[in-house]
């Protein structure tokens, strides 16, 4: 692989473009397969559609000269088919902070919406059913599945997810300083304004655009806005793992650089 297309694919995976990457390696004849492989299977993991990425991958589980990085994030890809949620969260926070590094600000507040949503359904189902063992495959984690159970259990009939949620942690577990924590945080006044935000744009109910300062003018620190969901996730016992898309880029380019 020439220089010209190295620079390419550094640039590309810099961008998190794995499409991209992927284009640029699945015809070239001394690519290794088991690269463009991966590289095929973060595409699909990109659009969280991880059991078609784990069905891309997984018979790199059969090379026994797999090395351990490669284990650990093929195990990881494992664990987001199954919906494991620690998996789970780690992806859509790092698909969070990409979609910042990246300057896409309207996808950002997106899954900032998506990501308060997937906490206090989670936490919910953890207090409701008393387990630590719930996925996000299961359909007890839907949201008509949730709205219902507070419907008819604990008599909270507010249609919006998150303020349904929020009512039942206030009315039911209000001693519980974990839990007022995590409403303090998810629920700030700077978190609803990003909010706010997002509701106004396309990815909610209209046309407004987003732009850096929007997000500075709200919260000050825009990188503690990914740190204020770490410590949601500290609070209610989710083990992150950070990062793990810089590690694989800087893997890809050195398994590229000892095929030159």
Excluded at 103 to 129: G, M, N, P, T
Aim: net charge positive; glycine share 4%; aromatic share 12%.
């Amino acid at each position: 692989m020439n220089e010209a297309k190295m620079s390419v694919l550094d640039y590309s995976l810099g961008r998190y473009d794995y499409s991209g990457a992927y284009r640029l390696l699945k015809d070239i004849d001394d690519a290794p397969q088991s690269i463009v492989c991966i590289l095929d299977g973060c595409r699909y993991a990109a659009n969280f559609d991880f059991k078609t990425a784990f069905e891309t991958v997984r018979a790199l589980k059969d090379d026994k000269d797999m090395d351990i990085p490669m284990k650990k994030w093929l195990d990881d890809m494992e664990s987001l088919a199954k919906g494991v949620p620690d998996a789970i969260f780690s992806e859509l926070l790092e698909n969070t902070r990409i979609q910042l590094e990246n300057e896409r600000y309207i996808d950002f507040v997106s899954r900032i919406y998506r990501l308060k949503e997937a906490i206090l359904k989670y936490v919910f189902i953890r207090y409701h059913i008393e387990k630590n063992k719930v996925t996000f495959s299961s359909e007890v984690l839907s949201k008509q599945s949730i709205l219902k159970i507070l419907r008819k259990k604990y008599k909270i009939f507010n249609p919006n997810l998150s303020y349904a949620i929020t009512a039942y942690l206030q009315k039911y577990h209000n001693n519980d300083w974990r839990c007022n924590q995590l409403i303090h945080l998810i629920n700030s006044d700077k978190m609803n304004a990003l909010m706010d935000l997002r509701n106004a744009s396309i990815a909610g109910h209209g046309f407004k655009g987003i732009e850096r300062k929007d997000l500075i003018m709200i919260y000050g620190s825009i990188d503690q806005i990914i740190e204020d969901f770490v410590k949601v996730f500290s609070e209610i016992n989710v083990h992150l793992q950070r990062n793990k898309y810089d590690r694989l880029n800087r893997y890809i380019l050195e398994m590229m650089a000892k095929n030159k």
